[in-house]
């Protein structure tokens, strides 16, 4: 098993900055790719960012890029989300996951599964 804890939410005003973390512990050497994913009140959870453990490929949704950033730090088993530019639409509780599948399997879509996930962390932005 791996378990994930995020931390880093909070209340920022538009325009403003938040750095997510998400630490794993566990069975880590098992993981191929973390990201990164969002739902917001009444709305379907939605991914946001991945990342390949190893390699460090990258993989974002259309509505975050150029504003967000996904990196790792496999000494830390870390994975962190830098957000800039937030806009009021970011808001929503981030969830961190992980997966022993390749990164391309988060090129699925709604309707994948996958093996771990975070608690969550409330992200709001205030206009």
Known sequence: QVQ?????????QAGGSLRLSCAASGR???ISTMGWFRQAPGKE?????????SGGR??????????FTISRDNAKNAVYLQMN?????????YYCNADRRDLTYYRL?????YDYWGQGTQVTVSS
């Open 4 to 12: 994930l804890v995020e931390s880093g939410g909070g209340l920022v």
């Open 28 to 30: 880590t050497f098992s």
């Open 45 to 53: 959870r939605e991914f946001v960012a991945a990342i390949s453990w």
């Open 58 to 67: 990258t993989y974002y949704a259309d509505s975050v890029k150029g504003r």
């Open 85 to 93: 530019s937030l806009k009021p639409e970011d808001t929503a509780v």
């Open 109 to 113: 879509g709604p309707g994948a599964e």
